[in-house]
C-alpha cells in the first residue's frame, strides 16, 4: 500500500509543472512552452524557469541564446485554465 502511496504522490507532484519540451522551429530557432497547473502559485517565477531553460539548451549546443518572443497566457488561472507560457527563441554562434 505505502508503495502505491508514493507513485500518488510522485504523480501529484509532477503534475504541479508539465514537461518542458524544446521544439525546433526554424533555422536556429526554438520554441519552449510550459504549462503550470498549479493556480496556487506554486511555481513562483516560471518566466525565469523557461528562459534558464532555453539558455542552457543553447549553452550546452555551445551556441548564445536571443529571446525572439516570450507569451503568457492571463490571470485569472485555475485548474482548468493553468498558466501557459510559449518561449521562442534562437541559439546564435
Not at 503534475?15 to 498549479?38: D, H, M, W
Not at 542552457?56 to 498558466?83: D, H, M
Request: charged residues 25%; proline residues 8%.
Amino acid at each position: 500500500m505505502e508503495k502505491y502511496l508514493r507513485y500518488l504522490l510522485l504523480a501529484v507532484l509532477a503534475g504541479c509543472a508539465s514537461p518542458q519540451e524544446v521544439i525546433p522551429t526554424g533555422n536556429n530557432t526554438y520554441r519552449l512552452t510550459r504549462n503550470f497547473s498549479s493556480p496556487s502559485g506554486v511555481k513562483q517565477s516560471p518566466r525565469i524557469d523557461a528562459v534558464r531553460s532555453a539558455y542552457e539548451y543553447c549553452k550546452r549546443a555551445g551556441k548564445n541564446f536571443q529571446v525572439i518572443e516570450l507569451q503568457e497566457s492571463q490571470p485569472p488561472y485555475t485548474w482548468s485554465q493553468p498558466r501557459r507560457l510559449v518561449l521562442d527563441f534562437k541559439c546564435r554562434q
